[in-house]
Protein backbone atom coordinates (compact mmCIF):
# COMPACT_ATOMS: atom_id res chain seq x y z
CA UNK A 1 0.00 0.00 0.00
CA UNK A 2 2.88 2.26 -0.03
CA UNK A 3 4.22 4.60 2.66
CA UNK A 4 6.62 3.79 5.26
CA UNK A 5 5.97 0.41 7.40
CA UNK A 6 3.54 -0.64 5.04
CA UNK A 7 1.36 2.43 6.24
CA UNK A 8 -0.30 5.04 3.85
CA UNK A 9 0.33 8.50 4.80
CA UNK A 10 -2.50 9.62 2.69
CA UNK A 11 -5.38 8.13 1.70
CA UNK A 12 -6.31 5.75 -1.40
CA UNK A 13 -8.07 7.55 -3.89
CA UNK A 14 -11.30 5.30 -5.56
CA UNK A 15 -8.79 4.74 -8.75
CA UNK A 16 -6.07 4.04 -6.95
CA UNK A 17 -8.60 1.41 -5.27
CA UNK A 18 -9.74 0.22 -8.15
CA UNK A 19 -6.47 -0.53 -9.15
CA UNK A 20 -5.28 -2.16 -6.58
CA UNK A 21 -8.48 -4.77 -6.75
CA UNK A 22 -7.65 -5.21 -10.37
CA UNK A 23 -4.23 -6.10 -9.77
CA UNK A 24 -5.14 -8.55 -6.80
CA UNK A 25 -7.72 -9.95 -9.11
CA UNK A 26 -5.04 -10.42 -12.30
CA UNK A 27 -2.53 -11.88 -9.36
CA UNK A 28 -5.53 -14.10 -7.93
CA UNK A 29 -4.03 -12.19 -4.64
CA UNK A 30 -6.85 -13.15 -1.53
CA UNK A 31 -4.56 -11.45 0.54
CA UNK A 32 -4.22 -8.55 -1.72
CA UNK A 33 -7.56 -8.03 -1.97
CA UNK A 34 -8.44 -8.67 1.44
CA UNK A 35 -5.93 -5.94 2.60
CA UNK A 36 -8.33 -3.17 0.40
CA UNK A 37 -11.17 -3.56 3.04
CA UNK A 38 -11.71 -2.56 6.23
CA UNK A 39 -12.18 -4.45 9.32
CA UNK A 40 -16.12 -4.14 9.48
CA UNK A 41 -16.58 -4.66 5.60
CA UNK A 42 -19.48 -5.77 3.78
CA UNK A 43 -19.10 -7.93 0.29
CA UNK A 44 -22.45 -8.31 -0.84
CA UNK A 45 -21.40 -10.91 -4.17
CA UNK A 46 -24.99 -11.94 -4.73
CA UNK A 47 -27.85 -10.08 -3.74
CA UNK A 48 -29.72 -12.78 -2.45
CA UNK A 49 -27.32 -14.07 -0.55
CA UNK A 50 -25.84 -12.81 2.56
CA UNK A 51 -22.55 -10.08 2.07
CA UNK A 52 -18.76 -11.78 3.24
CA UNK A 53 -17.85 -9.48 6.51
CA UNK A 54 -14.63 -8.37 6.82
CA UNK A 55 -11.33 -9.17 5.38
CA UNK A 56 -11.02 -12.80 6.58
CA UNK A 57 -14.50 -13.75 5.04
CA UNK A 58 -13.01 -11.83 2.04
CA UNK A 59 -9.91 -13.93 1.90
CA UNK A 60 -11.40 -17.06 2.16
CA UNK A 61 -14.35 -16.28 -0.57
CA UNK A 62 -11.33 -14.70 -3.10
CA UNK A 63 -9.04 -17.59 -2.62
CA UNK A 64 -12.22 -19.88 -3.55
CA UNK A 65 -13.28 -18.59 -6.47
CA UNK A 66 -9.76 -17.44 -7.96
CA UNK A 67 -8.53 -20.67 -7.91
CA UNK A 68 -10.07 -22.21 -10.94
CA UNK A 69 -9.23 -18.92 -12.67
CA UNK A 70 -6.50 -18.09 -15.40
CA UNK A 71 -5.76 -15.66 -18.31
CA UNK A 72 -7.69 -12.78 -16.28
CA UNK A 73 -8.07 -9.85 -18.24
CA UNK A 74 -9.91 -6.81 -16.36
CA UNK A 75 -11.08 -2.97 -17.36
CA UNK A 76 -13.12 -0.80 -15.56
CA UNK A 77 -15.79 1.81 -17.32
CA UNK A 78 -15.61 5.52 -16.13
CA UNK A 79 -15.78 5.72 -12.43
CA UNK A 80 -18.69 7.99 -11.05
CA UNK A 81 -17.52 9.36 -7.29
CA UNK A 82 -19.49 11.67 -4.84
CA UNK A 83 -18.31 12.07 -1.71
CA UNK A 84 -16.99 8.56 -0.01
CA UNK A 85 -19.36 6.71 -2.65
CA UNK A 86 -18.18 5.17 -5.80
CA UNK A 87 -19.76 3.28 -8.82
CA UNK A 88 -18.08 1.19 -11.22
CA UNK A 89 -18.59 -0.81 -14.20
CA UNK A 90 -16.43 -3.58 -14.76
CA UNK A 91 -15.53 -6.26 -17.91
CA UNK A 92 -13.75 -9.28 -17.18
CA UNK A 93 -12.44 -12.28 -19.24
CA UNK A 94 -10.92 -15.64 -17.87
CA UNK A 95 -10.65 -18.96 -18.25
CA UNK A 96 -12.48 -20.56 -15.36
CA UNK A 97 -11.74 -24.58 -15.14
CA UNK A 98 -10.22 -24.40 -18.71
CA UNK A 99 -13.26 -22.64 -20.35
CA UNK A 100 -12.88 -18.78 -21.51
CA UNK A 101 -15.85 -17.20 -20.35
CA UNK A 102 -16.87 -12.79 -20.21
CA UNK A 103 -18.51 -11.33 -16.93
CA UNK A 104 -19.77 -8.12 -17.33
CA UNK A 105 -20.48 -6.39 -13.74
CA UNK A 106 -21.04 -3.13 -11.89
CA UNK A 107 -19.40 -2.44 -8.34
CA UNK A 108 -21.38 -0.22 -5.61
CA UNK A 109 -18.37 1.41 -3.03
CA UNK A 110 -18.47 2.93 -0.33
CA UNK A 111 -14.88 3.75 1.22
CA UNK A 112 -13.87 4.97 4.70
CA UNK A 113 -11.66 7.85 5.71
CA UNK A 114 -8.34 6.06 4.51
CA UNK A 115 -9.66 4.91 1.13
CA UNK A 116 -10.66 0.99 2.11
CA UNK A 117 -13.96 -0.25 0.83
CA UNK A 118 -16.26 -0.33 3.94
CA UNK A 119 -19.08 -2.01 1.67
CA UNK A 120 -19.05 -3.34 -2.04
CA UNK A 121 -21.53 -4.73 -3.58
CA UNK A 122 -21.53 -6.36 -7.67
CA UNK A 123 -24.20 -7.08 -9.63
CA UNK A 124 -22.56 -9.08 -12.71
CA UNK A 125 -23.88 -11.42 -15.44
CA UNK A 126 -21.36 -14.13 -17.76
CA UNK A 127 -21.52 -16.02 -21.23
CA UNK A 128 -19.63 -18.57 -22.44
CA UNK A 129 -16.48 -17.43 -24.68
CA UNK A 130 -14.51 -14.13 -24.69
CA UNK A 131 -16.18 -11.62 -25.98
CA UNK A 132 -15.56 -7.89 -26.19
CA UNK A 133 -17.71 -4.87 -24.86
CA UNK A 134 -20.63 -3.09 -27.17
CA UNK A 135 -19.65 0.54 -28.62
CA UNK A 136 -20.61 2.90 -25.24
CA UNK A 137 -19.89 0.61 -23.16
CA UNK A 138 -18.20 1.92 -19.68
CA UNK A 139 -18.89 5.66 -20.27
Known amino acids: MG ?40 YAEQPYQDAFAGPAAVREYWARVTATQSNIEMRYGTPISVGNRTAVEWWTTL ?22 CRSLREY ?16
Open 95 to 116: VNDGAPITLAGAFILTFDASGR
Open 3 to 42: GCYGLRSMPMAPAEWLAAYRTAWLQRDADAAAALFTEDAT
Open 124 to 139: WQFTDGTHEPKPGWGS
